[in-house]
């Protein structure tokens, strides 16, 4: 394996380990800064470092580090938000797959839009599962998807929009991003 890769794949794990820490607290999931580097890392990384980012950053948490939004360690996996913990290593993956050979603007918007999907489909049915089953609130999906992904959206697009920007800038002006794609 090449170095430079390894390097920006342990730099997008601690970023979106910080982006957890920028949170707005608005019921079982926060609103947190994750989703926004872990686009980053699957449009400047691509699908394999990009995923690699983000599952070196869920197993760190799991093993102890208090990198999640409330905290870390194995018990985590009760939490109603690990669901999308779990999610932002897919996400990165397609965001990655189908940013791979187009980089406009557009493009790279749905790109970002596939990975929350991804993101949404592993990390809302997780949520429902801990919430109705391990947490017994006894939730419909109408209350699921108010609490699990409505607040999100606004938010969401806008940090589409802003990796959508950013990346091709850095892209461009950082460094050869060219050679994570694999």
Do not use: H
């Not at 949170?23 to 079982?28: C, D, E, T």
């Not at 800064?33 to 691509?46: D, N, P, R, S, Y």
């Not at 189908?98 to 918007?109: E, F």
């Amino acid at each position: 394996m090449k170095t430079r890769p390894l390097i920006f794949t342990a730099l997008f794990a601690a970023l979106t380990a910080a982006g957890a820490f920028l949170k707005i607290p608005i019921g079982p999931v926060p609103i947190s800064l994750q989703f926004l580097f872990t686009a980053m890392a699957g449009i400047l990384l691509g699908r394999r470092y990009g995923a690699l980012s983000q599952l070196v950053y869920v197993l760190l948490g799991l093993v102890g580090l208090p990198i999640f939004t409330a905290g870390g360690g194995f018990g985590y996996v009760f939490q109603p938000s690990f669901g999308f913990l779990l999610g932002l290593i897919p996400c990165a993956w397609v965001i990655g797959l189908l940013s791979r050979r187009r980089s406009g603007g557009a493009w790279l918007v749905l790109s970002c839009v596939a990975g929350l999907a991804v993101l949404y489909l592993i990390g809302v049915p997780y949520m429902a599962l801990i919430l109705n089953v391990y947490l017994q609130k006894g939730l419909d999906t109408a209350a699921v998807l108010k609490v699990g992904m409505l607040p999100f959206l606004p938010g969401d697009a806008l940090k589409i929009a802003v990796a959508a920007a950013v990346c091709p800038v850095l892209r461009r002006r950082l460094c050869n991003f060219d050679e994570f794609r694999v």
